[in-house]
């Protein structure tokens, strides 16, 4: 019982650290052998795109233009959701991936106005230049916004 209490209160404090680190803006959190870099460290720019739907709803979209990771390494990004005339929760999903990178979760339900994603670059992944990843958001109405941001994977 002692070891399952001591595994909870690691994983909260695990959690509360990485969360505190985020906010504060550090530019790096050293642990677990992995480095996070915060939220836009290591990307260019963003792409934004507006998409209507029936009674005068838009979604705008804001994706990164590229992100660099580097083997080993876990790379946080967001994607920037803005709702006009609804407040319906979005799905983002982020597919394309080159082979040895994950992303946390591939598919999320979204009802704030950003999204958070993890990537994570195996020591084997592969090593790529700009590659396409595609980021699509689903909203109400058939409003989709389909994006790509560029990846590239370093030794």
């Known amino acids: 019982m002692r070891s399952l209490v001591r595994v909870v209160l690691s994983a909260s404090l695990l959690s509360m650290t990485v969360g ?19 939220v836009g460290a290591g990307m260019e720019g963003k792409n934004t795109v507006t998409v209507s739907g029936t009674k005068a709803r838009q979604m705008t979209v804001s994706v990164p233009r ?6 080993g ?37 979204v009802e704030t106005d950003a999204v958070i994603f993890i990537l994570e670059a195996a020591y084997s992944a ?10 699509t958001v689903d909203g109400p109405s058939d409003m989709q916004s389909i994006q790509v941001f560029r990846l590239t994977v370093k030794e």
């Open 20 to 38: 505190a680190l985020l906010l504060t803006g550090c530019s790096t959190w050293h642990g677990l052998g992995k480095d996070i870099g915060k």
């Open 66 to 71: 590229s992100v660099t990771i580097q083997r």
């Open 73 to 109: 390494q876990t790379k946080v990004f967001e994607v920037g959701i803005e709702r006009k005339n609804f407040t319906e929760d979005v799905r983002v999903k982020v597919s394309q991936l080159p082979n040895g990178v994950t992303v946390d979760d591939s598919s999320k339900n």
């Open 126 to 135: 592969n090593l790529v230049s700009d590659q396409a990843v595609k980021v």
